[in-house]
Nanobody, 113 residues
Framework: QVQLVESGGGLVQAGGSLRLSCTAS????????MGWYRQAPGKEREFVAA????????NYADSVKGRFTISRDVAKNTVYLQMNSLKPEDTAIYYC??????WGQGTQVTVSS
């Protein structure tokens, strides 16, 4: 069982930045594929970014490439999602996932135009 707690969401104007954090407990993130997903109102949950083995390359959805960066701090057992150049269409609840088996409670990101 892995527990995930997200933080860092909020309201930001278009063009602004936010950094989301996801802290895991009961298992080290270096053994898991950590990912971020999002769900906008009336839409299905979609993949945003993921990071796997140490030294491996992260993966991004085309819609966020060049704007979002996923990273991790193994010592803090925390994964981050740095979001720059935010757009109104990035508005969603963002969820942290561990190997798509465990999920956090979600954090709201709202981007105003």
């Amino acid at each position: 069982q892995v527990q995930l707690v997200e933080s860092g969401g909020g309201l930001v104007q278009a063009g602004g930045s936010l950094r989301l954090s996801c802290t895991a407990s009961r298992r080290t993130i270096s053994t898991l594929i950590m990912g971020w997903y999002r769900q906008a109102p009336g839409k299905e949950r979609e993949f945003v970014a993921a990071i796997g083995e140490i030294g491996g390359s992260p993966n991004y959805a085309d819609s966020v490439k060049g704007r979002f960066t996923i990273s991790r701090d193994v010592a803090k057992n925390t994964v981050y999602l740095q979001m720059n150049s935010l757009k109104p269409e990035d508005t969603a609840i963002y969820y942290c996932s561990a190997s798509r088996a465990w999920w956090g409670q979600g954090t709201q990101v709202t981007v105003s135009s």
